[in-house]
């Protein structure tokens, strides 16, 4: 094996698929609430869903899962999957429509090349929502490298974006 290989910087994560226990439940989530388009549905088995026409970035099933409990959060498996807005007028768009129908965060916050909203969908999986800021925006070590934090998110700041 070659120890100087990188994978392409075009590289991107294609989709997610999601074992869910209820389509329709994960619909009023990813599709009413977020709202990703429906690409394709196979009954109550399996949906797909995208934004701009894609074939499908994220696809639910339950032909494993259908009316199973969360999975373990202490445990192996997924921690969250992490959508990326192109703006932050968009983030702050999406977290206004979280807010309007109370749905629950369980954190958010400002990673120095990132602002997030972190919450769990109908099935407990975790969803990250976020934009990156520009690249050179981003904060620097000494060496030139990326340094990330956590810091917390202004929420009243990032809704103000909605004004402008």
Known sequence: MKDDYKVPAQ???????????????????????LGFEITERMGDQAVFLSAGGYHHHIALNTWNSKDAPHAAKKGVGLFHTAIVYPSRKDLAEVLKRLLEVDYPLTGVADHG?????????????GVELYWDRPRQEWPKKPDGSVKMYTHNLDLQDLLAELEK
């Open 113 to 125: 090349v990132s602002e997030a909203l972190y919450m769990d969908d109908p099935d407990g999986n």
């Open 11 to 33: 590289t991107r994560i294609g989709h997610i698929h999601l074992k869910v226990s209820n389509i329709d439940n994960s619909l009023t989530f990813y599709h009413d609430l």
